[in-house]
């Protein structure tokens, strides 16, 4: 797979790269791009971005101020958090509630991203958050009456869920290792791996476990029966109702 090396991470080669953009409403996957390890995040975002969408995104996606300016001309609201080297220019403080403060928010203004005129970024708004680890910085592109800085907090705290969800692909469905060699054919094991998640949470109504991910191998296999595995599928969400 000469065609996906690019680097080492945590004494792993990283061959594979899934550019994932997940639904917090639906708590599942909504699109996916499949690229060699070495292509730009950034890019494989701008090539899914729909007007009106809204997106949850981390540090580096933050790193492009022009990016955040191309996403407001196409009508897309995003929260990105910022790093911590971002030069912020305010220009406008803007009050904080009650109910922001409880959900650790410290300021929020207008500002302009940027220490030179030509890199410097659109007008937006930073929402300046503590956590007991450290303090973030947050941009947004939308009015405190559309989203408020309290709720611009609780959005980046469930981006979380999409770093829960690749463990879960990793670990549950063993998107470890490749039967395929080529891009096509690894896009296609990803792909199915996908639908099997998503299939699997539209019936039980709750993401599928080790168990039943194991059974359903069994019974690819020719060991279990379809009534073993229903068996397995009803005693789990039982289970799963019963927390």
């Not at 470890?176 to 998503?198: D, N």
């Amino acid at each position: 797979m000469y065609w996906a090396l690019w680097r080492k991470q945590h004494k792993k080669q990283a061959q594979v790269r899934l550019h994932l953009s997940y639904d917090l409403s639906g708590d599942a996957p909504a699109r996916a791009v499949i690229t060699p390890g070495k292509f730009c995040e950034r890019k494989a975002w701008k090539a899914v971005l729909r007007p009106g969408d809204a997106y949850v995104a981390d540090r580096y996606y933050g790193e492009s101020y022009q990016l955040l300016g191309e996403l407001e001309k196409r009508g897309v609201a995003f929260v990105v958090r910022l790093r911590n080297e971002a030069v912020i220019q305010t220009e406008e403080p803007l009050p904080i509630g009650a109910a922001d403060a409880a959900r650790g928010v410290k300021a929020t203004a207008w500002v302009k991203l940027g220490c030179q005129k030509r890199y410097e970024s659109i007008r937006l708004r930073v929402v300046w958050l503590q956590t007991p680890k450290e303090e973030l910085r947050l941009v947004t592109n939308l009015d405190p009456e559309e989203l408020s800085a309290g709720e611009v907090a609780l959005l980046y705290k469930e981006r979380w869920r999409i770093e829960l969800f690749f463990r879960w692909i990793k670990c549950i469905l063993g998107c470890r290792h490749w039967l395929a060699q080529s891009p096509q054919g690894v896009a296609l094991e990803i792909y199915l791996a996908l639908i099997a998640a998503l299939l699997l949470q539209l019936y039980t109504g709750h993401r599928p476990n080790r168990r039943i991910m194991e059974v359903l191998q069994f019974y690819a296999m020719g060991v279990a029966t379809l009534e073993d595995v229903m068996t397995t599928v009803r005693r789990q969400q039982a289970k799963q109702n019963k927390k």
